[in-house]
């Protein structure tokens, strides 16, 4: 009895310590290699799941809901998180070159 319950826990254990293998990495590494494997994988890696699948349904449920936000703020003043339609430029500023230019006219000679 005592064989049979640890070869139940050895059977059971062993695949709960194996190592993960997401979908990305069972790509063969000429395809790794690849300047296009390389812009897809940096773009799509962190918008999976560990099995590889781009979540859609999710994203357009996400998508629904910050529109229904967007229209009950809309109804309340236009008024979207605090955001206003005012704003000033805080910068860079262009520099006046009125003050500083210097006329060749006065005798100075810079050649």
Do not use: H
Not at 31 to 46: C, L
Request: proline share 5%.
């Amino acid at each position: 009895m005592k064989k049979f319950v640890l070869f139940v826990i050895i059977f059971y254990a062993i695949p709960a310590f194996a190592q993960f293998n997401s979908v990305w990495d069972k790509v063969s590494n000429e395809v790794k290699s690849k300047n296009s494997f390389k812009r897809y994988e940096w773009f799509y890696r962190p918008r999976t799941d560990e099995k590889g699948i781009y979540p859609k349904e999710y994203i357009e449920q996400q998508k629904k809901i910050e529109m229904e936000k967007l229209s009950l703020l809309g109804k309340n003043g236009n008024n979207i998180l605090g955001t206003s339609d005012l704003w000033t430029n805080i910068g860079p500023k262009g520099i006046n070159m009125s003050g500083s230019f210097i006329p060749l006219s006065d005798g100075c000679s810079f050649l």
